[in-house]
């Protein structure tokens, strides 16, 4: 079994594996939205390697973070832009 961290998700701590990527990480958590489009259509990951930019969220204040490229680390603070 692979090491957890916490971190904390749109204000709620959660754990994530600790050799994952953030997309799939909270992929694993069941997110199936990480934002909506300037259309107000859903996107999440596609592509899983940095290409398409559909899996963006905020880390720690920094925005527009392709989380398929984002290892989980402790303490990271993630929000996506859905309610």
């Given amino acids: 079994m692979s090491e957890t961290v916490r971190i904390i ?3 709620a701590e ?3 594996p600790a050799d994952a990527t953030l997309a799939a990480a909270l992929l694993g958590l069941g997110l199936t939205r990480f934002r909506n489009s300037v ?3 859903p996107r999440a990951p ?3 390697m940095g290409v398409c930019l559909e899996c963006r969220v905020t880390v720690d204040g920094r925005m527009h ?3 398929c490229l984002e290892p989980c680390r402790q303490g ?8």
Avoid: I, K
Avoid at 76 to 83: F, G, K, N, S, W
């Fill in 9 to 11: 998700l749109n204000g």
């Fill in 14 to 16: 959660r754990e994530a």
């Fill in 39 to 41: 259309h107000g259509e």
């Fill in 46 to 48: 596609l592509c899983g």
């Fill in 65 to 67: 973070v392709r989380s």
């Fill in 76 to 83: 990271m603070r993630v929000e996506t832009d859905l309610p």
